[in-house]
């Protein structure tokens, strides 16, 4: 079993930048593909973005592309979501979770990942 703590969540202004960190424990998440999603207030859970295994590959909502990255450290155990140009509507709780899905294209759905989160709240101010 994983357990995953958010982090880095916060006020910030409109054009600012927040950084997210993902701490997992209980096992590695080497073998993991991680994903970041975010539920804003009276909205569905979104994706945000994934990453997989090793790093390499990368995914994004078309919503957060050219102004967030993720990332990750396995050797820490640590996946983060750098979030720069942000704007009121990236307004969120924003959560991690982990699957075993290599598969880019199944990164999207909530429902293939198996631990999630408490999840960090962001609010972007105009």
């Known amino acids: 079993q994983v357990q995953l703590v958010e982090s880095g969540g916060g006020l910030a202004q409109a054009g600012g930048s927040l950084r997210l960190s993902c701490a997992a424990s209980g096992r590695a998440i080497s073998s993991d593909a991680m994903g970041w999603f975010r539920q804003a207030p009276g909205k569905e859970r979104e994706f945000v973005s994934a990453?997989?295994?090793?790093?390499?590959?990368?995914k994004y909502a078309d919503s957060v592309k050219g102004r967030f990255t993720i990332s990750r450290d396995n050797a820490k155990n640590t996946v983060y979501l750098q979030m720069n140009s942000l704007t009121p509507a990236d307004t969120a709780v924003y959560y991690c979770a982990t699957t075993r899905s290599v598969l880019a294209s199944t990164w999207t759905r909530a429902g293939i990942y198996a631990y999630w989160g408490q999840g960090t709240q962001v609010t972007v101010s105009s």
């Open positions: 990453i997989s295994p090793s790093g390499v590959n990368t």
